[in-house]
């Protein structure tokens, strides 16, 4: 069974050190979707991709997070300068068309020292 | 203005005995509504959704969920609770948006659900 795949599956770093974040999503769709779990919550979505444009980014905070699906298949999220409170589970998905559930990988863990 | 409130953060029940996980939403007209698991160090997974076809819906491992417009609730339950259900359960809204493509999802805070044996 397809599966969408994320890599690592836990990070640690230090405040202010870059960290990054893989995805690679069910082949075939065109939807992607990065959301954040912060312990004892349900995931947010941070940045929504359609193919390879974003089509929401309204909760990414832009200043230190950034997002690419470049060919439109795999996903990077970026995180620099990583600070204490974006210590949380992020947490890729991904859909084929409208009406389809959204699938989700297995998430990374991230830990901010 | 989208939201989905679980009513209760953990819920314990012995092996054998119904399970009940509460769920109100605050949505658009037509939203469409599912519940998701997440089990330990495992990804969510899709138990079942509605999407304003029959109010009463089956879904995976025994779960149901009904939908009540009047009460706004999309409760979870199981006839009897089996050891393997033991995980996270969040009830999701997707708010209906004529047009849209964006399928956003909302989530709620989560139901711990414990069962003993």
């Known amino acids: 069974e397809a599966e969408v795949a994320q890599s690592p599956r836990y990070k640690i770093t230090e405040k202010s050190q870059a960290v990054a974040f893989w995805c690679d999503p069910i082949?075939?769709?065109?939807?992607l979707y990065w959301y954040r779990q912060i312990l004892g919550q349900g995931p947010e979505l941070l940045v929504q991709f359609q193919d390879e444009s974003v089509v929401d980014d309204s909760q990414l905070p832009k200043d230190r997070f950034s997002a690419e699906r470049l060919k439109g298949v795999d996903s990077t999220l970026k995180i620099q300068p990583a600070e204490l409170g974006d210590s949380a589970m992020y947490l890729c998905?991904?859909?084929?068309?409208?009406?389809?559930?959204?699938?989700f990988g297995p998430g990374t863990r991230l830990t901010v020292l | 203005a989208q939201s989905v409130t679980q009513l209760d953060s953990h819920v314990s029940v012995s092996e054998g005995t119904p399970v009940l996980l509460r769920c109100n939403y605050s949505s658009s007209y037509s939203p469409s509504l599912f519940w998701y698991v997440q089990h330990p160090n495992k990804g969510l997974q899709l138990l079942l959704k509605y999407t304003s076809a029959a109010t009463l819906v089956k879904g995976i491992n025994g779960f149901e969920a009904e939908f009540k417009k009047s009460e706004t609730s999309f409760h979870l339950t199981k006839p009897s609770a089996h050891m393997s259900d033991a995980a996270e359960y969040f009830c999701?809204?997707?708010?209906?948006?004529?047009?849209?493509?964006?399928?956003?999802?909302?989530f709620g805070r989560g139901t711990q659900l414990t069962v003993w044996p």
């Open positions: 998905a991904s859909r084929a068309d409208q009406d389809n559930e959204q699938f």
């Open positions: 082949s075939g769709h065109a939807t």
């Open positions: 999701v809204v997707r708010p209906f948006d004529r047009g849209s493509t964006l399928g956003r999802l909302y």
